[in-house]
């Protein structure tokens, strides 16, 4: 413990850290999937909104073709709301994908950039000062 | 097996966690920092150049390292405690002990290292775990519930006792003790189906193997089970109050979507409140493990029944609701079937409901059902369901839903969940067996104390974080133990919860964090006037002396009341079997000799009262039917009482002496009900609901045989023979059957009273009559030889002692109370009786 072990620093970076992450890069997607419920939202895709629907007993033709024409706007726009909380939802998700890939490169090549920075600064330091 | 834990990889790998932990974060810190500082320096000495092309790599650099860093510090948060997790699911193959030490176990083993490096300790002992509170919470949480607290001083001068001056830190070793607590803990954990020791396995050796850590609880007066609860209560407590981040859930709350493929409830909204959103993610609902049988019950109803609404029957208070609330929180939080998960349990506003004209609120009442029905995702709850099946629903504010809710409830069209007490069930809904029919019915039984405790134990937590205080575990024994002694107008779990949320309070309130029994008492005493901090003392010192109390109103018998006490004291020390009434008796002798007396002074020197003692003449119950009377009855009446005598008394107040005089004349049905009072300390009166008669003393009295009991007293018979005797009478003239008299703890004869033993009658009810004066200050003299004369005068063979009462009454009462009338006596004057005044 009083001592940093060199290979204990490069283990924790290089594995145990990229291990922890994967865990929560998953959980953040399973978390996501179930917020928006987007499983769910594909099973009832074209079920009417709020199940707001009218059905009359001994209807005329013309209430027929009304409840007809205001059943088919309740599944339009249960439609819209769905399609588009997935479609929110899958960006979402694409987010999470990106940062957490964005993250693994700039994680895995942290300590060459610092290393080469540090030359290049070096470098630039001796032909400006010399 | 053999304990190594220097050389095992379990030490290796909880060092590594730990170094992840601190050492690991600063390297990876300060690595970024000279990252930053580089290109500060490369700013620095290049300005002229920053916005060339080839500097488009530093930007990208600037920007990525601040959102790395950003997430960094994010995410660095939870890198922590991973608990060795490669071998948590593995089995683990290993002849050394150490290897199977969990991550928490390596930190105490480690922290007891530390400790013996520090006071210089060279063989560990296991009692050294104890001293590692300060470092190990659980160890600090177990100790505290324990009640064993260590100023700093007394850790000290502790642990300087094991302090040895030819310490060597490269010899420092575990003795063979400790090695062996760390095998018991094994054991432990291998009997609980698990893989690591945890630190609770090796609290539990500790408790059952380690004499010093024994001889604490045994000071502490606690006992190896309650050692186990509060490690049993500690691994629910570790699992409840787990942090939980939101990837590590194995279950999640309800998705926007789910609500969006059910209908509207506009009506249903404002006449009910959604259990279920209060309980997700609340820790205040989660009493879902003291109800886990009843709860999987409705949840089995719910799916599979063909009767999908439940009644769920039980006294207020029992925990009807919070099985309810339970469930609740188990569907919201997804941890129940996938058939009811994420269903709102909606509980309806009765009160809210019943507001207004009959026809609005039956018009409102099917609109709710409509919408319940077409909402498809709900589950009615209605509390106190009888409300809405009112015997006159002409009166305002009230409705008889019973023909509503037939329609819904028998097309399976909703779900409900309606709580009714027995009464009510009874009167309303027994008698329409139609709506009975449609309902699965489920009986909530009032907790056992040790249950209580287990749901003490989970809402504990709670009132603590609340209220800032901690309970040791003897003060929620405490709590279940005085509520079930003095508190009798609820029952268990709510009685219970009601004396810990007061003492938590109080305590808070005078500023005390930690709750010891004491206070419990003084809360009880308050509540209760009852001195209950002395009862254990009482107790002991009644039962020791209790010949001498009842000798003081009953006269001679000195058998009866010898055989009575050691019965008692047998009972009362814990050599009888607990689920009897704790002292039954059957009193055989002629009338007037005491026996009813001998009940009354038992009952005022063990209840404190002579008044607690429920008495029947079982003269009024000669006929069969009378049975209802003393367990109620099942044929549902408005207008018949329906509470057994019996069986209410006892359910109202369970401390008390119940009477039964004359038992002989009793119906020999009625009998019948003894043998399992008798037996098995309990009663199920007619609607099915079990009395308690284990806290009773039952007594009953007879005539029968005492003129045997005469003849053989004048034979001189002796006291075993007389009492073998009259039993053998009993059975032949089949007054009672060998069953019933071998159920009670004793059969008691009571001899005839002799001239001297009336006398001594006499004085003490001529006493009674000085004392009941003496309050009014008027002082009452009595001649030695008036005392003699209605002895003799009152004196009748058959009739016992029973007509001095009457004698005094007509002779010495009246002539008083003339003398008061007239101005012959006034207050602080005396009153002399002499055999010349009658």
Request: charged share 25%; with cysteine; glycine share 4%.
């Given at each position: ?130 | ?352 409901l019943l507001s207004g004209p009959k026809d609005q609120i039956e018009n409102r009442f099917i609109r709710i059902l409509d919408e319940a029905a077409y909402a498809s995702n709900i589950i009615i709850f209605i509390d106190n369901f009888t409300q809405l ?450």
């Amino acid at each position: 413990m009083d001592k940093v072990d060199i290979k204990d620093v490069l283990f924790w970076y290089f594995i145990y850290i990229p291990k922890t992450l994967n865990k929560i890069y998953i959980g953040t997607i399973k978390y996501v999937w179930n917020f928006f419920s987007i499983a769910f939202l594909f099973k009832s895709l074209m079920m009417p909104w709020k199940k707001d629907i009218i059905i009359s007993v001994n209807p005329t033709l013309q209430e027929t073709i009304s409840n007809l024409a205001e059943n088919l706007i309740s599944r339009i726009i249960g439609f819209l709301i769905r399609s588009t909380t997935i479609i929110i939802g899958l960006i979402t998700i694409t987010i999470c994908d990106i940062l957490f890939l964005a993250f693994y490169p700039i994680w895995f090549l942290l300590p060459l950039i610092a290393f080469m920075s540090l030359i290049y600064s070096i470098k630039l330091m001796v032909q400006n000062v010399f | 097996m053999f304990f190594d834990y220097q050389k095992s990889q379990s030490k290796l790998i909880t060092e590594k966690e730990l170094l992840f932990e601190s050492r690991a974060f600063k390297a990876v810190n300060v690595l970024f920092l000279f990252v930053l500082a580089c290109l500060a320096f490369v700013i620095y000495f290049d300005s002229t150049k920053v916005f060339s092309f080839k500097f488009v790599f530093i930007y990208y650099f600037i920007f990525f390292g601040l959102v790395y860093y950003l997430l960094y510090i994010y995410f660095l948060r939870y890198l922590t405690h991973h608990k060795n997790e490669n071998i948590t699911f593995e089995p683990i193959k290993s002849e050394n002990l150490a290897e199977y030490l969990s991550f928490e176990s390596c930190i105490l083993i480690k922290e007891c290292l530390n400790l013996a490096n520090k006071y210089k300790i060279s063989a560990i002992s296991p009692a050294i775990i104890l001293y590692s509170y300060d470092k190990i919470p659980a160890i600090r949480w177990f100790l505290f519930r324990v009640g064993f607290i260590l100023s700093d001083n007394d850790k000290l001068e502790i642990l300087s006792h094991y302090s040895n001056p030819t310490f060597r830190a490269d010899r420092l070793c575990f003795d063979k003790n400790f090695e062996n607590i760390i095998n018991l803990a094994y054991l432990y954990s291998q009997k609980d189906k698990r893989n690591l020791i945890e630190i609770y396995d090796i609290l539990l050796a500790l408790a059952s193997s380690d004499k010093i850590f024994q001889n604490i609880l045994f000071k502490l007066e606690l006992k190896n089970e309650d050692v186990v609860d509060i490690i049993n209560w500690y691994k629910n407590y570790i699992h409840v109050f787990e942090k939980k981040y939101y990837w590590q859930k194995d279950t999640f709350e309800e998705g926007v979507g789910y609500s969006w493929a059910s209908g509207y409830t506009p009506v249903l909204n404002m006449y009910s409140s959604d259990i279920s959103s209060h309980t997700a993610n609340s820790i205040e609902h989660y009493q879902s493990l003291s109800h886990k049988k009843n709860i999987s019950q409705i949840e089995q109803f719910l799916i599979n029944g063909n009767k999908n609404s439940i009644l769920l029957i039980g006294d207020q208070g029992v925990g009807k609701k919070g099985i309810v609330s339970g469930l609740a929180y188990k569907i919201a939080n997804g941890k129940s079937n996938d058939l009811l998960n994420y269903k709102h349990i909606i509980e309806l506003s009765v009160s809210h409901l019943l507001s207004g004209p009959k026809d609005q609120i039956e018009n409102r009442f099917i609109r709710i059902l409509d919408e319940a029905a077409y909402a498809s995702n709900i589950i009615i709850f209605i509390d106190n369901f009888t409300q809405l099946l009112s015997s006159d629903p002409s009166s305002i504010g009230s409705i008889d839903a019973s023909t509503i809710l037939l329609n819904y409830l028998a097309k399976g069209k909703i779900r409900i969940i309606a709580t009714a007490n027995y009464d009510d069930f009874r009167f309303k809904i027994e008698s329409n067996p139609s709506l009975k029919n449609l309902f699965s019915i489920l009986k909530v039984e009032e907790p056992t104390p040790e249950e209580t405790i287990n749901i003490l134990e989970e809402v504990t937590p709670l009132v603590e974080y609340n209220n800032h205080v901690f309970y040791v575990f003897k003060s929620i024994k405490k709590i279940v133990e005085l509520s079930k002694l003095y508190i009798h107008d609820l029952p268990f779990p709510q009685k219970a919860i009601d004396l810990l949320n007061d003492s938590a309070s109080s305590a808070s309130a005078n500023k005390k964090f930690l709750i010891y029994p004491n206070l419990i008492e003084s809360i009880v005493t308050e509540k209760t006037k009852i001195p209950v901090s002395n009862a254990g003392k009482d107790e002991s010192k009644t039962l020791l002396n209790l010949e001498e109390f009842l000798h003081k109103r009953v006269i001679g018998q000195n058998e009866a009341i010898r055989v009575i006490s050691d019965a008692i004291r047998r009972a009362r020390s814990g050599l009888s079997d607990q689920n009897k009434p704790f002292g039954s008796f059957l009193f055989i002798g002629p009338t007037g000799v005491g026996k009813t007396e001998t009940a009354k002074a038992l009952a005022e020197a063990y209840f404190k009262n002579e008044k607690n003692m429920i008495r029947f003449d079982m003269s009024e119950f000669q006929e069969a039917k009378s049975i209802e009377q003393l367990i109620g009855t099942s044929a549902v009446s408005k207008n018949i009482e329906s509470h057994g005598r019996l069986t209410q008394a006892v359910h109202d107040n369970p401390y008390t002496l119940v009477l039964f005089d004359e038992i002989e004349k009793a119906h020999p049905s009625i009998l019948n009900l003894f043998l399992q009072i008798l037996d098995e300390g309990r009663l199920t009166d007619a609607a099915g609901r079990v009395v308690d008669f284990s806290n009773t003393i039952v007594i009953s009295t007879s005539n029968a045989g005492s003129e045997k009991i005469r003849a053989m007293i004048n034979d001189k018979t002796s006291t075993d023979l007389m009492k073998k005797n009259i039993i053998e009478y009993l059975q032949q003239n089949n007054i009672f059957k060998p069953e019933f008299l071998n159920r009670f703890d004793a059969v008691v004869c009571y001899k005839p009273l002799n001239q001297l033993e009336v006398i001594k009658i006499t004085k003490l009810m001529l006493n009674k009559l000085s004392t009941m004066l003496k309050s009014k200050d008027v002082n009452l003299i009595i001649e030695k030889d008036v005392v003699e004369k209605i002895a003799k005068i009152g004196f009748d063979p058959l009739f016992g002692a029973r007509p001095i009462k009457r004698v005094i009454q007509e002779k010495i009462e009246n002539l008083i109370a003339k003398k008061i009338l007239k101005g012959e006596v006034s207050r602080g004057q005396s009153i002399k009786i002499s055999t010349n005044d009658f």
